[in-house]
């Protein structure tokens, strides 16, 4: 049964940092690229972050609102990853969800809050 269970997330003032964790189960976590979404308020979810599934390369990509921000990255042999998330802005604040890429509807776990508010 494959499971992403998300967290990490809290309360932050602007220009803060917070690392999230997606614990992956071993049936995804070597075999699929991994990301980050999230969903503000209102909003639809969006793409956040991605890391490829090749361990020679580890290629990884961005929203453009979070480019050098924001860094994913993966630990293999605790099946877990991670969004690091520095400069922190209120517009960031939203659930944010781990998933595969593209994601599957049957992925979706409970997401972990962060809010940036002074």
């Known amino acids: 049964q494959v499971q992403l269970v998300e967290s990490g997330g809290g309360l932050v003032q602007p220009g803060g940092s917070l690392r999230l964790s997606c614990a992956a189960s071993d049936s995804i976590s070597s075999s699929a690229a991994l990301a980050w979404y999230r969903q503000a308020p209102g909003k639809q979810r969006d793409f956040v972050a991605f890391?490829?599934?090749?361990?020679?390369?580890?290629?990884?990509d961005y929203a453009d609102s979070v480019k050098g921000r924001f860094f994913i990255s993966r630990d293999r042999v605790q099946n877990t990853v991670y969004l690091q998330m520095n400069n922190l802005k209120p517009e960031d604040t939203a659930v944010y969800y781990c998933?595969?890429?593209?994601?599957?509807?049957?992925?979706w776990g409970r997401g972990t809050q962060v809010t940036v508010s002074s």
């Open positions: 890391i490829d599934r090749s361990e020679a390369t580890d290629y990884t």
């Open positions: 998933n595969v890429l593209p994601p599957l509807d049957s992925y």
